[in-house]
DNA sequence: CTTGCCGGGTC
DNA sequence: GACCCGGCAAG
């Protein structure tokens, strides 16, 4: 529980968010986040963090922690996890104190989320919760109150800055964990913002440090680019956390998966967030979810099943119990599925015709190998496993299929070696790229057998003998036509 | 037979 | 590379 807390809000330094805000991206990331945390410190990664939680507390100094139990208004017996998101809370109220704001960080809100999607800095998103209208007072405040001594206010706990976290949740108590998750996540990565070491002198000794903790566990998913943050470097960033760009999260996952982290991940991240390709229509897409479990490339089509899977698989619990304490959550990621990119990876030999959209007939059975994913393409040709999304192509398909209609494009479907001449050269690209997959290579047609006579009227049918001038120059040559095409 | 287009040739 | 066309295969 209380690593959870932890983790999930290192993550969400980046974005965080959640389906239930519609916050997708967030959602996928505070996973992947968890997951590579989890991956980092092996079999027992609950136990590991606990420990650097621990350590968080204790070197957040007694002040930290007496803040914390002051921090509960109401006395009640915080479960460990209910304490530590107390004391992480209270840390990053430093800046919400100065800045005033009273309120407490009750639930993700909406808006909350919105603005960390928003690519706003997602550390006044809390603020707006507490105190509406105040964000954007918060970041010349904060350096105000940087650059004076720290109020005593401060340092009092604020009753409200207490986050109930209920001992046992239930497993209908997912939506708020994340809410919760996502709030404490996002009020941390305010720190980038209002980190100014130079300015910050007056931060007491046990503050710095707290923020030094929080900030070594959050920072790498609060910033881009793949600088690392070392605890003893006082020489943070004045930037403002990014924009919760894509990269940002690239950066955050890449960082964060550095040693042993694998590599699927880090690939699948590299797919999911890096490219900027407009997405496709959005009824083609289909939302799935995969496991990030190590070695686990599963991908289901539910978030129950997913979560079944995770429970029964990884987590060892009962199979046939349905309680869940949302740990699985954790695990998984939601991915979209471009029914279309799939279409095409089907359907390698014969090329859609640029106005053809329709989903495919079939779709592969979950965790499948069928390539499909448009931007977030889960690569698991690393691991033996099932769920090759990575076989896909995936946005650069986009890029092809809206253009390679007629005959401008044409060079790009020529430039394909023969065995692949209809696909497009972006996908030919892709494929290179995922060549080394241990799934079935892209299907090519074998030298010397024609590929299948397409639907698609030609030029020739289509203006006749009699305007033979205005048939795609293909087709005068009597090769395939190009401006109609299958 | 019509149509699509491969493979190869010519310029 | 542009262009042409014999000829094969699918429909």
């Known amino acids: 529980m209380e690593s959870k807390y932890i983790l999930e809000k290192s993550s969400v330094g980046t974005r965080i968010g959640?389906?239930?805000?519609?916050?997708r991206t967030g959602r996928s990331v505070l996973r992947d986040t968890r997951v590579s945390m989890v991956e980092k410190s092996g079999s027992m990664p609950v136990c590991t963090h606990r420990q650097v939680l621990y350590k968080f507390v204790t070197d957040g100094g007694s002040a930290v922690e007496a803040k914390t139990e002051r921090t509960s208004p109401k006395g009640n017996g915080l479960p460990p996890g209910g304490r530590i998101m107390n004391d992480m809370e209270k840390t990053d109220l430093r800046d919400q104190k100065d800045t005033g704001s009273t309120g407490i960080l009750k639930r993700a809100s909406p808006t909350h989320c919105q603005g960390i999607n928003g690519q706003l800095p997602g550390g006044f998103m809390h603020l707006d919760v507490r105190n509406p209208g105040k964000q954007a007072e918060l970041p010349s405040n904060f350096r105000a109150a940087q650059g004076q001594s720290v109020p005593q206010t401060e340092r009092q706990p604020h009753p409200s800055t207490h986050i109930p976290v209920p001992r046992n949740r239930k497993p209908s108590g997912h939506a708020d964990k994340e809410v919760m998750a996502a709030t404490v996540l996002s009020s941390l990565s305010t720190s980038p913002l209002?980190?100014?070491?130079?300015?910050?002198?007056?931060?007491?000794?046990?503050?710095?440090?707290?923020w030094k903790e929080v900030l070594s566990a959050s920072y790498s998913s609060s910033t881009s680019g793949n600088w690392s943050w070392d605890a003893s470097d006082q020489s943070v960033p004045s930037t403002p956390s990014p924009p919760l760009s894509n990269d940002a999260n690239k950066n955050f996952l890449l960082s964060s998966h550095g040693d042993d982290v694998n590599e699927d991940i880090?690939?699948?991240t590299h797919f999911m967030f890096e490219d900027p390709i407009p997405r496709k229509r959005?009824?083609?897409m289909k939302v799935m979810f995969k496991c990030l479990w190590k070695n686990c490339e599963k991908v289901l089509s539910t978030s129950s099943g997913i979560q079944r899977h995770i429970r029964t698989v990884h987590l060892g619990r009962n199979s046939d119990s349905d309680y869940s304490d949302g740990e699985e959550d954790f695990y998984y990621s939601e991915i979209e599925v471009n029914m279309d990119s799939l279409t095409e990876g089907l359907s390698s030999l014969t090329p859609t015709s640029p106005t053809t959209a329709g989903p495919p007939p079939i779709f592969p059975p979950p965790l499948t190998d069928v390539p499909h994913s448009e931007h977030i393409i889960v690569n698991g040709s690393q691991s033996h496993g099932p769920a090759l999304l990575s076989q896909s192509a995936p946005s650069t398909l986009c890029h092809i299929r809206t253009d390679h209609a007629y005959q401008g494009p044409v060079t790009h479907v020529r430039t394909v070696t023969i065995g692949e001449k209809r696909q497009p050269a972006a996908i030919t690209h892709a494929a290179a790229n995922k060549n080394h997959a241990s799934v079935t290579p892209a299907p090519k047609s074998t030298p010397g057998t024609r590929k299948p006579r397409g639907e698609a009227k030609k030029c020739r049918k289509v203006y006749g003998m009699e305007?033979?001038?205005m048939w795609c120059t293909a087709c005068r040559w009597k090769k395939a036509c190009q401006r109609f095409t299958d």
């Open 467 to 469: 305007k033979r001038d």
């Open 266 to 268: 880090t690939e699948s």
């Open 282 to 284: 959005k009824n083609s």
């Open 194 to 210: 209002v980190l100014y070491p130079s300015s910050a002198p007056t931060v007491p000794e046990p503050a710095s440090k707290a």
């Open 18 to 23: 959640g389906a239930d805000f519609n916050c």
